[in-house]
């Protein structure tokens, strides 16, 4: 069975600064994607950015990049130049990839992120 | 990406009553989840909405509690069904297109049962 273990229940950063959540996981597969999602306090589920397993090159968008240490299975997730509106809950979640198909995503249990004026 | 309308947003319900939760997606899609998030946690598939067909239910949830339907490509249904406290959650709607794309999410539906 696959587990997602977020080890920082909450962190603090400061408006402009850089912050590193961190994420591990456990399987025994070798083909799969991950994925970081934030929560807002509007509770709408929003897609971050997502990284497959068979690329080494870690994935980028705009101020979000992640670290992907596939040996060591850990998936960070860095926010640089942190803005007021990256205040939610930050969840790390994989998925196995097989049959083409979309399957089901399991999550870890969340990073609640609060940005300071 | 696809537009995902879930309906109703919020409702507050009285015990041992059934609510349907409505999932609809402005193009068609091939796989359709339905998650609960209960409070201060996170996120647990109950089953995936199959279309044609049974949907498949994870470990821990049964179809007479959580009767789910998916009649064409684009919509899907989630009963909650003989509602106790305890079902006082976010419910949320997700859909894939496969190819390892990334599902995306309605708004939720937060439920609170009385």
């Known amino acids: 069975a696959q587990t997602v273990t977020q080890s920082q229940p909450e962190m603090s950063v400061q408006e402009a600064e850089t912050v590193t959540l961190s994420c591990t996981y456990d399987?025994?597969?070798?083909?799969?994607?991950l994925f970081w999602y934030k929560q807002p306090p509007s509770r709408q589920m929003i897609l971050v950015i997502r990284q497959e397993a068979y690329k080494q090159q870690n994935a980028t968008e705009n101020r979000f990049s992640v670290n992907f240490q596939k040996a060591a299975k850990s998936f960070s997730l860095k926010i640089s130049d942190s803005q007021l509106g990256d205040t939610a809950m930050y969840f790390c979640?994989?998925?196995?990839?097989?049959?083409?198909?979309?399957?089901?995503?399991?999550f870890g249990t969340g990073t609640l992120l609060a940005v300071q004026p | 990406s696809a537009v995902i309308s879930q309906k109703p947003s919020r409702d507050i319900c009285q015990r041992g009553t059934s609510l349907t939760i409505q999932c609809q997606v402005d193009s068609q899609v091939t796989m359709m989840f339905w998650y609960r998030q209960q409070p201060g946690q996170s996120l647990t598939l109950i089953a995936t909405a199959n279309q044609g067909s049974e949907a498949t239910y994870e470990s821990g949830f049964v179809i007479d509690k959580f009767p789910i339907s998916r009649p064409n490509l684009t919509f899907s249904t989630l009963t909650v069904s003989n509602m106790s406290p305890e079902d006082s959650s976010i419910y949320l709607c997700?859909?894939?297109?496969?190819?390892?794309?990334?599902?995306?999410f309605g708004d939720g539906t937060r439920l609170s049962i009385l």
């Open positions: 997700s859909v894939g297109t496969g190819g390892g794309q990334p599902q995306h």
């Open positions: 399987t025994s597969e070798n083909n799969y994607y």
């Open positions: 979640a994989f998925t196995l990839n097989y049959g083409g198909a979309t399957n089901k995503l399991i």
